[in-house]
Structure formats: C-alpha cells, structure tokens
C-alpha cells in the first residue's frame, strides 16, 4: 500500500496516533520491505518535518539495504545529510530561469504529473515549449492517482491546453472494462453543491461530481437534478462537465423527485452523485443495483436502506462498483 516515499512517515505516525509503541512484527516487516523501493531523489524530495521522518521509520522497522549504494544512501538519510532533490520548487527557489527550469524537467521526466497540471499556468506564461508540454499531459506519466477533478481545474488555469487535458481525462475511461446493461445517473447541481471541495481548493463539489459522471464507461444516460430533472447529453471529458454544470439554474434540492422520476426509465444501474442533502423524501430505488456517491463525505445522508452508499469522488469509486458486482455475482 506504500506507493510514495511520505507514506512510510505518514503509516507510522497513523499507528502512534494514541501515544507511541513498539511496532509489531508484520509492521516492521512491511515498512522494512516498502523502503527498498526509493531511490535517493523519492527519499530526499519527501523527507519532510513531522512527527515522524522517514529517518525514524529506518531505526524502526531496521531495514536491510539491497545493496552497497543503498546502504550509503540510508547512511546519509540517517545522517541528515541527503543532497536537495531536483525538483521545480528548488530550482526557482535558487534563482534558476523558469522556462528553462521546466524544459529540463519535462525532458528529463522528473515533473511529476501533478505539478505538472498545477504549474500549466505557470509554464503557459513562461513560453515553456508547446511541444513538451502536449508529450508530458498524453503521457499521463504519474497520473494513476490523480483525482479526474484535477484535469478540470488544469484546464481551467490553462485554456489553451484544455484539448491535451480532455484527451488525458478521456483515458481514464478506458482503464476498465464497461459496465454491463444500461447506467443511470443522476448528478446533483443544487445550491449546497457550489461549496468548494476545501479552504484551499478553487472547485467546488458540481465540479468533482461532474467529472465524476463524465468518466463513466458504457451505455449511459445522464442526468442533473435541482428543483427539475433535465436529461444532460452523455458526452465524456471536459464537454460533460460543462454540459451537466449549464444543464439549469442551481435552485432546490429535490432528489426524492429525480430518483422518483427515471423509475420509469429502463436501466440495470442507477448512480447518484452528491452532497446527501434532500428537501423531499428520497425512495428506495428500482434497479437492483444503486449506488448513492457522497461527495461531501458528511456523516448523515440519505444513501441508506436499499442503496450502497459511498464516500469519495475519484475515480476509484468506478472500480468499487465493479469489483462489487462481480463479487455479488458469484454469491
């Protein structure tokens, strides 16, 4: 489950969240195994200050080093003595060009994929080569676990590689195998659903359960919800998005009366993307497969009884749903 050098720090102070303890066995184990994984640019650029660095997790869990190399660099990590990581926020922060900066950076493929979406303005303004821009977003080096909403909020702070970023978004779809018969979905576009995703974000929640809807594979039929029910054309990528946002004014929150009203509408799945906020009574389902998406995470919904209720808007919620039902139907 290690995948990112920060995660090795990151578990252990989990496991000392109620006061400090011996790690068990399978704990050192694990982290003994997951730390052979990092070269010394992973190490360097996330050994950040905490509760617990990725120097303590060494002493901890006593990791053997696979090799001389190895060995030395562990000796310099225990030692603070790790060389500052090549990456954009060192170079700039040294005084470096910035053009230059990211042309090297790209070239070498040393940018990560989601520095990448988040410094395109940046780049864009800085006449970064057009060219290496376009390789790196097609390539999607990275990008297994960047959530769908970050092409979103890319694009916006970039327009004009808007093309790139729906074609990378797009390939998210093909990822998995399509969902078998026919998908429903219904996307909430109320009011409440314009608070953003956090303090810092600058999208809201329409904008993660758009993109949400607009990723999903197979013969679909989309549609938004507030005080009318609209069916939204079932376009995938960036025109989705602003398709199911446009679709009408943001006004009540009635999803008792959309779930009520595609109940006459023949599908195998229904999937609901939203903050579990009602104004009406919310009915069981019809489909023997229904699935309410929480956007919001909050702690009292209405995806219960006859739905599987979900918390959490990436991607990952598709491969849960087909994961869930190919399990359910070998039962």
């Known amino acids: 489950m290690i995948?990112?050098?920060?995660?090795?720090?990151?578990?252990v102070a989990l496991y000392f969240r109620n006061g400090k303890k011996p790690l068990s066995k399978q704990m050192k184990l694990g982290l003994a195994r997951a730390f052979t994984k990092f070269d010394a640019y992973a190490l360097a650029k996330y050994d950040r200050a905490g509760s617990v660095r990725l120097r303590d997790v060494l002493f901890?869990?006593?990791?053997?080093?696979?090799d001389e190399a190895q060995a030395e660099l562990w000796k310099q990590l225990a030692e603070n003595k790790l060389s500052s990581p090549d990456t954009w926020e060192v170079a700039l922060s040294g005084g470096a060009d910035k053009?230059?900066?990211?042309?090297r950076l790209l070239t070498e493929r040393k940018l990560g994929y989601l520095a990448l979406l988040r410094?395109?303005?940046n780049m864009d303004q800085a006449g970064v080569e057009e060219g290496l821009v376009k390789e790196a977003?097609?390539?999607?080096?990275?990008?297994d676990r960047i959530l769908p909403f970050r092409y979103v909020a890319a694009a916006r702070a970039a327009p004009r590689f808007e093309p790139w970023l729906d074609q990378a978004l797009s390939e998210t779809i093909l990822e998995g195998p399509v969902f078998a018969g026919r998908t429903l979905v219904l996307v909430d576009v109320s009011p409440s659903m314009n608070?953003?995703?956090?303090?810092k974000s600058d999208l809201t929640r329409?904008?993660?359960a758009a993109t949400l809807a607009s990723i999903i594979p197979g013969d679909v039929r989309v549609f938004s919800f507030s005080n009318e029910v609209v069916e939204v054309p079932p376009r995938r990528g960036m025109a989705g998005v602003d398709a199911i946002i446009r679709s009408q004014p943001s006004n009540g929150t009635l999803l008792g009366k959309a779930v009520t009203y595609v109940k006459a509408i023949k599908h195998d799945r229904l999937i609901v993307i939203t903050d579990e906020q009602s104004q009406d009574v919310v009915p069981d389902p019809v489909a023997p497969k229904a699935y309410m998406i929480n956007v919001a995470s909050a702690r009292n919904g209405t995806g219960y009884g006859a739905w599987t209720h979900i918390d959490g808007f990436s991607e990952a919620v598709l491969n849960y749903v087909r994961e869930l039902e190919a399990f359910g139907s070998q039962v």
Do not use: W, Y
Not at 60 to 66: E, R, Y
Not at 195 to 199: E, H, I, K, T, W
């Open 206 to 208: 329409m904008d993660a």
């Open 137 to 143: 977003i097609l390539a999607r080096r990275g990008a």
């Open 60 to 66: 901890l869990c006593h990791a053997k080093p696979k």
């Open 119 to 121: 410094n395109l303005r």
């Open 99 to 103: 053009r230059e900066t990211f042309e």
């Open 195 to 199: 608070v953003r995703l956090s303090a």
């Open 3 to 11: 995948q990112r050098a920060d995660e090795l720090s990151e578990l």
